[in-house]
């Protein structure tokens, strides 16, 4: 079983920084090898901010967020984090935490899909004024 709480979001002005932690749990410590963040707007499908592996070195992003958001983690913890700067309205969304065990097509082609990740957090709510 895998459990993700994700903290930290709030209301924000265009411009300001705001950083989401998400803390995993879990029974099988391979079904966390993968911890990344989503996020998705009322409407439409959910997206892919940021993956990070515990072994690896780089992480995943989606490549018009990389410049201003940077995920991180803390093994010890087995929390990730995601530090947003120089926020925009358009970044208002639920945010939420993912976890999997493997991650074939974003290891080979960098692509962040949701269907690659079996669990999930309850989410939080960044809403970024102008």
């Known amino acids: 079983q895998v459990t993700l709480v994700e903290s930290g979001g709030g209301s924000v002005q265009a411009g300001d920084s705001l950083t989401l932690s998400c803390t995993a749990a879990?029974?099988?410590?391979?079904?966390?090898?993968?911890l990344g963040w989503f996020r998705q707007v009322p409407g439409k499908e959910r997206e892919g901010v940021a993956v990070?592996?515990?072994?690896?070195?780089?992480?995943y992003y989606k490549d018009s967020l990389k410049d201003r958001f940077t995920i991180s983690r803390d093994k010890a913890k087995n929390t990730i984090f995601l530090q947003m700067t120089n926020l925009k309205p358009e970044d208002t969304a639920i945010y939420y935490c993912?976890?999997?065990?493997?991650?074939?097509?974003?290891?080979?082609?960098?692509?962040?899909?949701?269907?690659?990740?079996?669990?999930w957090g309850q989410g939080t709510q960044v809403t970024v004024s102008s």
């Open positions: 993912a976890a999997s065990s493997s991650a074939y097509v974003l290891r080979t082609t960098g692509v962040i899909r949701e269907r690659d990740f079996p669990h």
């Open positions: 879990s029974d099988r410590l391979e079904d966390v090898y993968y």
């Open positions: 990070i592996y515990t072994y690896g070195t780089t992480p």
